[in-house]
């Protein structure tokens, strides 16, 4: 990645400054594959320069995680080491900013028995349930970029060299976080207004739900009374801007998990613990995921729904116009991450208390009540295509166009 | 490394047979940096085959290690997160087997303060105190090994390319652990054996004590009645042989903390904290260093004889023949895994209670009793040379000649 060293440097200053918006004494914590140590260490480097106390470098490996799969019983997946959980405690209390990288490739783990995913992923959202919640509420900041691993570049780009597919991914990743512009800082600055005015623009109307239109798709999405659109950026720890994805193209609220019907077909793969689910649709009444079908990935989808209850509901709608620059690029990811911006997305799963004002101090008792799901999971798929019209209902039965075939009718 | 797939296969194998001889069952930690990657999956499939149930592999960077030496204040190196101490603890109590992979260039932290390494030093052995005690004791396996990191092998070999450095440690590395022989285990058993044999020679003589000469050196050692000398490999949880050290040469003891007196000079350099110190001389009346010089890392000899109470004093006493493979290849690693092994050394700090009978049954108090050193600090210094002559003086006053020009005297 030698090519590459300068826009690495480039990069990683817009992850600490943009994305964690990192400020003097901090702590700061990065999960990543060895696979991006080139941008770790950059990362690292410029967290330091923008006065962090500390950098604490997790790093991982997919082969190794290949074989934790294959040898290890579940009951000993299940059985995490006690100091997981202390971890997890000590980065809530000190309130540390968390940076994942994502470059490992979506089918590392796709040899594996999905009862051991589903256990590995389980084992490990509970000992994290309240550092998760304090993410969600951004009480702490936490950012998810992507780095080309050699095994994902092959998957996007099958017809390329290694090296090749690399750099190829490697260029367009940069593109999507802006960094091959002269000042990625201020586009990205000028960026978020725009979809903060797209998110004004639909929380106006209050839509009392909004109705997807598509091929194999039929779907009406209840939304909260007085509930917000957000995106385009945070605030965390108190007033401070930050990203929580990088790139992000989407506006999206948490809908009313009670007031879910009708069917809906993904669009795209879905990259699930270190496997592809593919060509699903999904049934719901009166919210809840009453019956489910997957050309690929069945066992996998069947885990993930039966994860716990909050996970058979929705928590997330999102939209992203399939003229998006990710979705011009007509690459095709297979890593949320980058798909879900390019494209209208649903999360099953635990919803942002953020887009309901109020929330964030709300017991769970309250949450549920107003219609905020629940779940230790939280997993986008994509529903966005050129075929798709979304209308927004207003609360006295108006019906106002929003998508038209996969586009902001305005 | 491609070139040298097979044999890093080979070396995970040995390691795992030899140096730790993985039972089924077991849980295994590793500790590398991620320079030796091919070498800690290589033995973490090995384990998992060996039927091990869980391997741990904990990765770090050496340029990461550097940026933190570089911007944490002490203050924040020194305050080490809750769940570290939990860790070790969940270490110890799961008597964990544990490999550490040394592949870092000595010099990593050379520009580093050494109040900083100190701090780090001192923090990181207060929180594993107990897991190292319990590893000293043998009650848990663990081993070090060597693998040529690109920094490390340049500092070996600076006329060469970083490629060719590289190839030419791995090679070396490869001999010093008998990977090039055709059955390495049975080499290694029988290697075991002849050094249980000169530890046996050693032993039957119940020396008082050792006197050793030198150029610079004019040193008594006094050795603790009825002490054994050790070598070939460990006893370990139970009656299981396992290697500490991979490769490994010496016939050593603990001796008698109180009674050793002269001076005495390194002949080769010592790697410790990431930094080098070389050409010192260090003074010892009744068992403690009362004057040190150095040429070279003066400042952090001068941490290192601070760290504790235990740390001016010797804790072990280990005899390597010149004429010892690794010696006799003429190379000088900068690392003491394997220049210990090249030469007679000693060590200041903590010694091992293995060779005084009972001793692993002794409370700390009875263990000061009988002459065994304690300290958080247990480091390694080479003094053999061609010009090195060794006698033991017999508890009659009988002078035996034990080493003459660095060699074994039968």
């Known amino acids: ?18 994305g964690l918006n990192v400020q003097p004494g901090e702590t700061i914590v990065v999960l990543s594959d060895i696979r991006a140590i080139e941008l770790v260490r950059a990362f690292t480097t410029a967290s330091y320069e923008l006065g962090a106390k500390k950098v604490i470098v997790e790093l991982s490996d997919s082969n190794i995680q290949q074989d934790h799969m294959k040898y290890q019983n579940i ?31 979506p089918e590392n783990l796709k040899d594996a028995d999905p009862e051991k995913i589903a256990a590995l992923t389980r084992a490990g959202r509970e000992v994290a349930k309240e550092l998760s919640d304090s993410r969600m509420r951004h009480d702490q900041p936490w950012c998810i970029v992507g780095y080309p691993g050699p095994e994902w570049a092959k998957l996007v780009f099958p017809e390329l060299s290694e090296e090749e597919a690399v750099t190829k991914l490697m260029e367009n990743i940069l593109k999507t976080v802006r960094v091959d512009q002269e000042d990625p800082v201020a ?16 929380s106006d109307f209050n839509f009392d739900r909004l109705k997807y239109t598509a091929p194999g ?68 009444k009166d919210g809840v995921v009453t019956d489910f079908e997957a050309e690929k990935g069945y066992d996998v989808l069947k885990e993930l729904l039966d994860s716990d209850e909050g996970s058979r509901r929705l928590g997330e709608a999102a939209l992203v116009p399939v003229d998006s620059p990710i979705s011009n690029s007509g690459i095709l990811y297979f890593n949320t991450l980058f798909d879900e911006n390019a494209s209208c997305h649903v999360a099953l799963g635990q919803a942002y208390p953020g887009p309901v004002p109020g929330a964030n101090e709300m017991s769970a008792e309250e949450r549920d009540a107003v219609g905020l799901n629940s779940s230790l999971t939280h997993v986008d798929f994509m529903i966005g295509s050129k075929e798709l019209d979304i209308d927004g209902i207003t609360r006295d039965g108006k019906v106002v166009p929003v998508f038209r075939q996969g586009n902001w009718v305005e």
Chains 1, 2 share one sequence.
């Open 187 to 202: 586009a990205w600055d000028a960026h978020g207004k725009f979809l903060k005015s797209r998110a004004k623009w639909l």
């Open 75 to 105: 009951e000993t997946i299940e059985d995490l080491p006690p100091h997981i959980k202390v971890k997890n405690d000590y980065y809530l209390k000190e309130k540390v900013s968390m940076l994942f990288i994502h470059a490992v490739s």
């Open 217 to 284: 798709t039929d779907l009406e999405i209840g939304l909260i009374d007085g509930s917000q659109f957000a995106g385009g950026g945070h605030k965390s720890r108190g007033n401070l801007e930050v990203k929580v994805n990088m790139p992000t193209e989407e506006v999206f609220t948490s809908p009313d998990y009670r007031r879910v019907n009708g069917v809906v077909s993904n669009t795209l793969p879905l990259s699930y613990g270190g496997q592809i689910i593919d060509n699903f649709k999904l049934t719901f």
């Open 1 to 18: 990645m030698n090519q590459f060293k300068e826009q690495i440097n480039k990069y990683a200053e817009v992850i600490a400054k943009v």
